[in-house]
């Protein structure tokens, strides 16, 4: 398939996501995961339309933007390495897996202007997901007070692995309230305007239960074994 077919599929579904809610779809940004496909790939979707690029590995984000540029707005997506920071932090807009303070001790340091990060709430519970654990969401953001290159720009969570719908609604839903519970401090550092939930899987559910980013890798862009 197409991205541009892909994107205009995924485009209605966020439509009818929107309309069944009342939201408006141009609060929803759609990044797409483009870590199982090539660069020629990555590079159809920025011809389709698509302005944000998701990354979940520094060698991939790197080898993406050697060859694609720094013009799209370039998302981190996956676990971040205290010493893979350095190599990735002048061509990334957001990095949506902020988890623990030394991370964000080092990305502190070596920015010299804000950089927009996202907390990752585990908020499904499974043992195998990083993200901190919804109560201890507060806390952390007090503590982040003291690096004035964090901007704590939102929250971002998965849903865990199941067909029931309502246990992955719920699961955003606790991340919603999380947000209300941020913004209710009006903390100038942390505005947390954003919440990055949905994949491939469940972003509908995602956009109905008021996610601003959608990470969609399979259903856009495709996975290596569909791309060649
Ligand atoms: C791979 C990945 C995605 C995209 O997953 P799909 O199911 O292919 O859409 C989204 N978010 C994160 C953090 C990922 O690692």
Redesign the pocket.
């Known amino acids: 398939m197409k991205v541009r077919e892909n994107l205009e599929v995924i485009q209605n579904q966020i439509a009818d996501a929107c309309k069944k809610t009342g939201r408006n779809p141009e609060e929803i940004k759609i ?1 797409a ?1 483009t ?2 496909v090539s660069p020629e790939r990555a590079q159809e979707a920025i011809e389709a339309g698509v302005t944000h690029l ?1 990354e ?1 590995r520094d060698e991939g984000l790197l080898h993406k933007i050697g060859q694609l540029g720094d013009k799209p707005v370039w998302h981190f ?2 676990t971040l390495q205290t010493r893979k920071v350095k190599s990735i932090i002048e061509h990334v807009t957001y990095i ?2 902020l988890d623990r303070l030394s991370l964000a001790k080092e990305i502190n340091k070596r920015s010299d202007s804000k950089v927009r990060c996202l907390i990752q709430v585990n908020a499904s519970g499974e043992e195998s997901k990083h993200g901190l654990k919804p109560e201890d969401v507060i806390g952390f953001v007090q503590e982040l007070k003291q690096f004035s290159n964090i901007e704590i720009s939102g929250l ?1 969570a ?1 849903a865990p692995l199941t067909e029931d719908e309502q246990v992955i609604r719920e699961c955003f839903r606790t991340v919603k309230r999380l947000q209300a519970e941020v913004q209710s401090l009006m903390y100038d550092y942390a505005p947390c305007n954003e919440l990055s939930m949905g ?3 469940d ?1 509908q559910i995602a956009v109905e239960e008021g996610s601003t980013m959608v ?6 862009v495709g ?1 290596e074994s569909e791309v060649h």
Do not use: P
């Open positions: 990044i995961v870590k199982y998701g979940n997506i996956g949506h897996s971002m998965m994949m491939s899987n972003f990470r969609i890798g399979t259903a856009l996975n």
